[in-house]
Nanobody
Framework: QVQLVESGGGSVQAGGSLRLSCVASGRIYSRLSMAWFRQASGKEREGVAA???????TYADSVAGRFAISQDTTKNTLFLQMNSLKPEDTAMYYCAAQNGVAIEDLNAEDYSYWGQGTQVTVSS
């Protein structure tokens, strides 16, 4: 089992920035493919950004150019730098991971482990 703990959420005004972190622990085989998903109230969960075991990154069109995903493999930590935030970015943000498999997509079904989420609220 892999445990994921997110942090860094909060409330900001439109145009502001936040940096989310996700620390993975437990039975980790070599490397993790990790990703960020979000779910706004009343909407379906959507993929935001992914970081595969090969070091490749994938972004949703809605965040490309504003968000940056990175990973510190020595600390099994995933980051999401969010700049130029918009009210429509308001959501619960979840970290997801899969052990030892190179995943480059944003399909939630491909990730076995999930964190509890951290809330991001952007006001206009």
């Amino acid at each position: 089992q892999v445990q994921l703990v997110e942090s860094g959420g909060g409330s900001v005004q439109a145009g502001g920035s936040l940096r989310l972190s996700c620390v993975a622990s437990g039975r980790i085989y070599s490397r993790l493919s990790m990703a960020w998903f979000r779910q706004a109230s009343g909407k379906e969960r959507e993929g935001v950004a992914a970081f595969s075991t090969m070091g490749t990154t994938t972004y949703a069109d809605s965040v490309a150019g504003r968000f940056a995903i990175s990973q510190d493999t020595t600390k099994n930590t995933l980051f999401l730098q969010m700049n130029s935030l918009k009210p429509e970015d308001t959501a619960m943000y979840y970290c997801a991971a899969q052990n030892g498999v190179a995943i480059e997509d944003l399909n939630a079904e491909d990730y076995s482990y999930w964190g509890q989420g951290t809330q991001v609220t952007v006001s206009s």
